[in-house]
């Protein structure tokens, strides 16, 4: 496996991040976009079943347990981080999961041209060399192959002021996508669909417990959307959904 020098250093922070006991203090704020992940789910429980299916960064294979129930014909998982790859196996097996784990390069990885109908991730492409990780999606996916991928952005100045003040909870190489990012998903791909999240639902998140009973944490959803129709709310938001089909 060919790294380079922030490959190795993405490496490294992934499997220390993995060896601690203790998660992110920042996890506490992932309520705030519960909605993206029921979407993203959503999308691949309609986009799965019968289909070859890659988990690109898969983690501890967290996402896969999920996918499984909804009848793909193959799993794969990769992740830099053999730290990571080892939780998953052993998760998958603890849970009779049949998936394919292993520790490749995102950038760069062992499959042959046309391998999947549909490659999804969270929170991966902000960690790699955008335009050769997506050159290598396109390049694995079939014809009419289908992407999905949450992904911070790195337009709102609240955020990347918290970001600055917190250097240990993230790598010194990763960074949250901004608008020049999609011209070159929007070259590469077709069908595409770019959807913002977590503006008021992170402002209010100390005002609500459980997104799934709460009818603010739903009103606040509905605010956002509306205010994202306007490209001057969409700066605020704090990650983005994309949704995509190889040409």
Known sequence: MNLTEINI????????????????????????????????????????????????????????????????????GIDISEVSVKKAKKKAEELKISANYSVDNCEKTKFENNSFDIVYGTGILHHLQLEKCLDEIYRILKSKGKLVFIEPL????????????????????EHPLVNKDFVYIKSKFTDISIKYYGFLTLVFFPFYKSPDKSKLFRLLVDLDQFLFKFKFFQIFAWSVLIKAQKI
Not at 41 to 60: A, E, H, I, P, Q
Not at 155 to 169: A, V
């Open 154 to 173: 790195g337009t709102n100045p609240i955020i990347n002021i918290y970001r600055k003040l917190t250097p240990n909870s993230r790598s010194k190489d």
């Open 9 to 76: 250093r993405e490496k490294k922070f992934h499997d220390n991040l993995q060896s601690k006991k203790n998660g992110r203090f920042e996890n506490i704020f992932y309520k705030a976009i519960h909605n993206i992940t029921e979407d993203f789910f959503n999308y691949l429980r309609d986009n799965t079943k019968n289909s070859d299916v890659l988990d690109y960064g898969c983690g501890t294979g967290n996402s896969v347990e999920k996918v499984i129930k909804f009848n793909p014909k193959k799993i794969f």
